[in-house]
C-alpha cells in the first residue's frame, strides 16, 4: 500500500473538523468512505510543515501518514488528501511557536518599508505589553505594503528558508 509521511495542524480539541468529531490519538488510524476529493472529502496532509501551516485551523501539530487513496492538489502539490491518516508524532500546541516564526519572518522584510521603532521592537522581542501599539502604529496601508513586499521576496529560495526555519523550530519542541 502506497503512503505519504507528512505534516498536519488541528484545532486545540484535538478533533477531527466538520463535524466528524473524532478524537485525534498518536497511534490511531483514522479512515474515511466515499470519494476522496482534495477541499472537500478525505483527511488532508502536507510532506511540508510550511504548507500545512497554510491550510492549517488551528496550532496543534501532528506528523502523520497518510494512505490508502491519495489524491495530490495544487500545482505545485502542497496537500494531499487520503482515505486514511495515521497520527504518528505530535499533538503539540505550537502556538508561541508559530508567534515566534511569524515574528522572524517578518524580520526578514522589514528592510523592505519604514517600519515604526515599535513595530521592529515587537518583531524583535515578541512583547506582549506593546503588541497593541505597534500594530495600531503600522496601520493596515503598512502591514499590507510589508505583505505585498514580502510575497514579492518570497520566491522558492524563501519559502524553502522559511520551511527549514520552521522544521528547525518545531523540531525544538518535541
Not at 498536519?8 to 488510524?29: A, C, P, Y
Not at 502523520?64 to 492538489?73: F, Q
Not at 495600531?136 to 528558508?161: D, L, V
Request: glycine share 8%; aromatic share 6%.
Amino acid at each position: 500500500m502506497k503512503q505519504i509521511k507528512g505534516w498536519w495542524f488541528s484545532t486545540t480539541d484535538r478533533k477531527l473538523l466538520h463535524d466528524d468529531n473524532r478524537e485525534i490519538i498518536i497511534g490511531k488510524i483514522h479512515k474515511i468512505k466515499g470519494d476522496i476529493i482534495p477541499c472537500q472529502h478525505g483527511l488532508h496532509l502536507s510532506e511540508r510543515i510550511i504548507d500545512a501551516l497554510k491550510y492549517a485551523p488551528g496550532p496543534v501539530l501532528y506528523r502523520v501518514i497518510g494512505s490508502g487513496i491519495i489524491v495530490p492538489h495544487g500545482n505545485p502539490v502542497d496537500k494531499y488528501v487520503c482515505s486514511e491518516r495515521t497520527y504518528i508524532a505530535g499533538g503539540i500546541d505550537m502556538s508561541d511557536t508559530l508567534r515566534l516564526f511569524a515574528r522572524k519572518c517578518a524580520l526578514d522584510v522589514v528592510h523592505l518599508w519604514e517600519a515604526p521603532k515599535i513595530v521592529v521592537r515587537y518583531l524583535k522581542t515578541g512583547d506582549e505589553s506593546i503588541r497593541d501599539a505597534a500594530g495600531a502604529a503600522a496601520g493596515a496601508a503598512a502591514w499590507a505594503a510589508a505583505r505585498a513586499a514580502a510575497g514579492a521576496a518570497a520566491g522558492a529560495a524563501a519559502i524553502k528558508k522559511f520551511n527549514r526555519r520552521l522544521t528547525i523550530m518545531v523540531s525544538r519542541n518535541k
